[in-house]
């Protein structure tokens, strides 16, 4: 079955905060020192951060309800300049993650699609987002919805020599 992608509300925040949690603990198993550790409140932190976006105009929070359980998120928003990134006003893709049971279904294709489509209605000329080095899934799915590569982040530890 084809779940229906929908704006959250108030009632799919524990859910979307135990997704947070899986997405924080995915970038956290990819490079430990450059991403933060799941702590036993992140599901909670992460559901109540959200929670203030779900009214803002310039913000989607979209689900992906399958059977009225929220398998995938997506959380992207309309941003205005950004000189510390050098880039002009844009739609900002902050995250897209899917339950792990229910990948490589088309699921996060349905929610990129949705923020996409919801940030161009919202006059965004062009969505920008970054995903981590090692996620090579991510990195197909957004190459194949016509992403390209514009900046590399590069990290190095303070403490090394």
Not at 71 to 98: F, K, N, S, T, W
Request: no cysteine.
């Amino acid at each position: 079955m084809i779940p229906i992608i929908r704006r959250a509300t108030s009632a799919d925040l524990p859910r979307i905060g135990r997704l947070g949690a899986l997405l924080i603990e995915e970038h956290h198993g990819f490079d430990s020192r450059r991403f933060l550790a799941a702590r036993q409140r992140t599901a909670t932190d992460y559901a109540s951060f959200l929670s203030t976006q779900l009214e803002d105009p310039d913000v989607a929070v979209l689900v992906a309800d399958h059977d009225g359980d929220v398998i995938g998120y997506a959380y992207a928003a309309v941003e205005g300049y950004d000189y510390m990134a050098l880039r002009g006003p844009a739609g900002a893709l902050h995250d897209v993650i899917v339950d792990l049971e229910h990948r490589r279904r088309g699921v996060g294709r349905l929610l990129l699609d949705a923020a996409l489509a919801y940030l161009k209605s919202r006059g965004a000329p062009r969505v920008v987002l970054s995903t981590a080095e090692r996620n090579e899934p991510a990195q197909r799915l957004f190459a194949s919805a016509g992403f390209r590569r514009t900046m590399i982040e590069m990290t190095r530890e303070l403490d090394e020599p």
